[in-house]
């Protein structure tokens, strides 16, 4: 199912818009989306999700 609605993060409003007219900010669908038993990306999703808590190191 396609919706058209918009959800505005910043000030949560909603509109049909990409940018809120409230506050200028990029608006997302408010709908989550499908979870699939066979979800053949969510091995990388996982390993990206723990390695955004480790900080890198950069050589200097």
């Known amino acids: 199912m396609r919706t058209f609605m ?3 993060r910043g000030c949560r409003a909603y509109t049909l818009r990409d940018a809120c007219p409230r506050c200028s900010a990029a608006t997302a669908s408010p709908i989550p989306p499908r979870y699939s ?3 053949r990306h969510g091995r990388y999703r996982r390993q990206l999700k723990r390695e955004e808590g480790v ?3 950069t050589s200097s």
């Open 55 to 57: 900080s890198w190191k």
């Open 6 to 8: 918009r959800f505005c």
């Open 37 to 39: 038993p066979e979800d």
